[in-house]
């Protein structure tokens, strides 16, 4: 949960109340400077990473999670100001029990609110299986096979729907988190991967428009908006890798702030030195033609039981 400020600080911008202390920047800001911070952010990060959004279709990844509707908000503040931009949400039902639920009616409340329109799908409807099934006996896995198949599931529920990008609602923890688990797994292909997804070449296009604002801050924001109540955590979050990476960024994000940010920038700079020259883009998977670093992409090979066997109820 965000840290608000002491009660007596004041904005940095300004002599209100503040809400939040920036720790990476050392300022105190209001709820108004914050929002406008963040807003600025969404729009630089866009510029940087080189997407214009006028005259495209985005398909927006909703969850109905905080990261996500904060996501949706931004681009409908864009989307309104921006020429020809249009906005589809869709949401990906992975079929977990006890979480899910209330996240899809947040979901459907937040597209009804901003009049967008939203489509849905369950995995059991796109994989024959809920995430729940698949994963039985083998939790500790669910998050990197929930992983593998969501990205597939809105490909596909993204081109359907005629969209010529996908924005999904990385924050700078989740950036940050990432990085680290790929050094921990030693998987130099992900390493030297740009993470930023600005440009899909012969595939859809991809961007993380939140990729530079910190969980807090995101979290905040919606709730100054007015965006979302509390939800429930999915149950499978803690097991996985992600959850030990999260605990040891921000035990040193606490002691030398802005840390998140410089493992972000330190892998965008990395990824720009090896693009084109260590790493080779990726090829087209042969059976489903989705992108895939080898022959086949990871989603074809959980749906025909090469990765992620177990062995399953009678
Ligand atoms: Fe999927 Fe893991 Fe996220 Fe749960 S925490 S929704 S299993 S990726
Ligand atoms: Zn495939």
Redesign the pocket.
């Known amino acids: 949960m965000p840290v608000p400020a002491r009660d007596r600080a004041t904005c940095s911008r300004c002599r209100k109340a503040a809400v939040y202390l920036q720790r990476a920047t050392g300022r105190h800001l209001c709820a108004g400077h914050l929002g406008e911070e963040v807003e600025a952010r969404v729009r630089n990060t866009l510029a940087d990473d080189g997407i214009s959004l006028a005259g495209s279709r985005v398909a927006v990844a909703l969850?109905g999670g905080k990261d996500s509707t904060v996501l949706l908000s931004l681009l409908h503040g864009i989307a309104r100001e921006t020429r020809d931009l249009d906005l589809v949400a869709v949401t990906v039902d992975?079929g977990?029990s006890g979480?899910?639920e209330e996240t899809l009616r947040a979901a459907a409340a937040v597209t009804a609110r901003f009049r967008i329109p939203h489509r849905t799908a369950s995995f059991a409807e796109l994989f024959g299986e809920s995430?729940d099934r698949r994963?039985e006996g083998q939790e500790s896995r669910?998050?990197?096979?929930?992983?593998i198949l969501?990205r597939k599931a809105l490909a596909v529920l993204a081109r359907e729907e005629g969209a010529d990008r996908i924005a999904t609602g990385h924050n700078l923890d989740d950036e940050a988190q990432s990085v680290l688990m790929n050094w921990l797994r030693g998987d130099r292909d992900r390493i030297l991967r740009d993470p930023r997804h600005h440009d899909g070449g012969e595939f859809m296009g991809r961007c993380k428009p939140l990729r530079r604002i910190p969980e807090k801050e995101v979290a905040l924001y919606g709730m100054i908006r007015g965006l979302f109540s509390p939800m429930p955590?999915?149950?499978?979050?803690q097991?996985?890798l992600?959850g030990e990476a999260r605990a040891m960024l921000n035990a040193v994000e606490q002691r030398y702030p802005g840390t998140l940010e410089r493992v972000v920038e330190g892998q965008c700079r990395l990824a720009r030195m090896a693009a084109g020259r260590i790493l080779s883009p990726p090829g087209r998977c042969e059976r489903c033609g989705d992108p895939a670093s080898g022959r086949i992409c990871q989603a074809c090979r959980v749906l025909e039981g090469e990765l992620f066997r177990t062995a399953r109820r009678p």
């Open positions: 969850s992975e977990i979480y899910r995430l994963v669910a998050c990197s096979l929930c992983g969501r955590e999915c149950p499978y979050r097991t996985a992600r």
